[in-house]
């Protein structure tokens, strides 16, 4: 191992002991330096600047992460420090390092928590993406402790808590407005989110693919816009081939598409199959956003529709009221 400059060594040790003895003011200071000086730096950049001691800070912050994850503290600071860690390119220690530190199970159930605020579970499902696009044995991971469950449900408490403010803010004439627009683009923001996480656990992932399937179709007859959007934009992306990890469409089998086909044709769109998905059924899911009363879940339905008729060769006739 080469020497180590003695003054980078010194500096380390000083920025340690300054987060040991800190207080939550102080120790916010040292990661907001960190974001400002580190954000896109790969691992031998930071183990450089840090004296080969960028796994003593990670420690630390992954240890705070932890003793906060239960609490009303806002854990934004530390959740994307770890994602710089995480997301660190030329090696995956790090984000081996955060998986024994702080555990996958602590940030997918930052996703459900009560007490955590609406940006903090955004950058924990930015770490779960990450954690996830490293490889399958991460995604099988992620899956182990409940990922697309968790995504699904802070999707639809998100939805929940976006329109009770909409509406709450809409007596308010102009005023209500603004906040009805803000809503819909943080909704917005955090549907990209959610896909993407999905996404990542979704590609190359076979063992845990009825767990993800379900989480999908729950989404999209859950009742909420977001939701529903944010679930059938996964969908078309999964039954497509994706050649840069060699994955194959999501397809059902022949009996299955045939069993659709013919209950469709009679407008029985509840059947049992090997999914375990008996009222989650493409045909009724993309029924339910195609009868949406919002102009855009229509829209996407339709697409959706549209996808799986291409990629299967189903006749127009399952849906003969929903095309022109």
Not at 88 to 94: I, Q, T, V, Y
Not at 162 to 188: E, F, H, K, P
Not at 216 to 239: P, W, Y
Request: aromatic share 6%.
């Amino acid at each position: 191992m080469p020497a180590v400059d003695r003054t980078l060594s010194d500096l380390l040790r000083g920025h340690l002991q300054a987060w040991d003895k800190g207080n939550r003011g102080t120790r916010g200071r040292i990661l907001v330096k960190f974001l400002e000086h580190f954000d896109r730096c790969t691992e031998p950049e930071l183990e450089r600047e840090f004296a080969n001691g960028a796994s003593l800070f990670l420690a630390r912050v992954g240890a705070w992460l932890r003793l906060n994850a239960d609490s009303q503290s806002d854990l934004v600071l530390p959740l994307r420090v770890l994602s710089v860690f995480v997301g660190a390119s030329s090696g995956k220690r790090f984000l081996r390092e955060v998986i024994e530190v702080v555990g996958i199970h602590t940030v997918v159930e930052l996703l459900t928590s009560k007490l955590v605020d609406e940006d903090s579970k955004e950058w924990a499902a930015v770490i779960i993406t990450q954690i996830s696009s490293a490889g399958r044995p991460y995604r099988e991971a992620v899956c182990k402790h409940g990922g697309p469950e968790a995504v699904r449900l802070w999707l639809r408490s998100s939805g929940e808590q976006g329109q009770d403010t909409a509406q709450s803010g809409a007596a308010a004439n102009t005023i209500g407005n603004d906040a009805a627009a803000a809503g819909r683009g943080n909704l917005n923001q955090i549907g990209d989110k959610a896909a993407r996480c999905l996404l990542s656990l979704a590609r190359n992932n076979p063992y845990y693919s009825n767990q993800i399937r379900e989480a999908l179709m729950a989404m999209l007859t859950g009742g909420h816009s977001t939701s529903q959007m944010t679930a059938s934009r996964v969908i078309r992306l999964i039954l497509q081939p994706d050649p840069a990890d060699g994955s194959v469409p999501w397809q059902p089998d022949a009996q299955l598409v045939q069993c659709e086909t013919e209950l469709c044709t009679r407008a029985d769109l509840s059947y049992p199959n090997r999914f375990n998905l008996s009222r989650f059924s493409f045909s009724s899911a993309s029924r339910d956003l195609l009868l949406s009363a919002e102009v855009n879940v229509q829209h996407e339905g339709r697409k959706l529709v549209i996808n799986y008729l291409r990629e299967y060769n189903i006749r127009l006739i399952c849906f003969p009221q929903s095309f022109p």
